[in-house]
Nanobody, 115 residues
Framework: QVQLVESGGGLVQAGGSLRLSCAAS????????MGWFRQAPGKQRELVATITNGGITNYADSVKGRFTISIDNDKNTVYLQMNSLKPEDTAVYYCNARVVVTDSWGQGTQVTVSS
């Protein structure tokens, strides 16, 4: 199990930017894939972006070109830089870490984008 602590959510106007951080309790090198998911009210949790410990990234079509996922191995932290935010990006954002077939989740951080 990996403990994950998220930070960086908040309220922002449409077109603005936020950066989410997720600190892991163990070395990123020992985690196969880290990612960000989000869940809006009344909707299912959906994938936003993932990154492997080798640096391979994957994005949902809805965020391509606007969001960037990255890793700081020295800090065991994964980031999600979110630019050109839209009201439809409003959701609780969850950090995820997958080690082999075991998933760990953070507590979630609220992102609200006003129009």
């Amino acid at each position: 199990q990996v403990q994950l602590v998220e930070s960086g959510g908040g309220l922002v106007q449409a077109g603005g930017s936020l950066r989410l951080s997720c600190a892991a309790s163990r070395s990123i090198f020992s985690i196969n894939i880290m990612g960000w998911f989000r869940q809006a009210p009344g909707k299912q949790r959906e994938l936003v972006a993932t990154i492997t410990n080798g640096g391979i990234t994957n994005y949902a079509d809805s965020v391509k070109g606007r969001f960037t996922i990255s890793i700081d191995n020295d800090k065991n932290t994964v980031y999600l830089q979110m630019n050109s935010l839209k009201p439809e990006d409003t959701a609780v954002y969850y950090c995820n870490a997958r080690v082999v077939v075991t998933d760990s989740w953070g507590q979630g951080t609220q992102v609200t984008v006003s129009s």
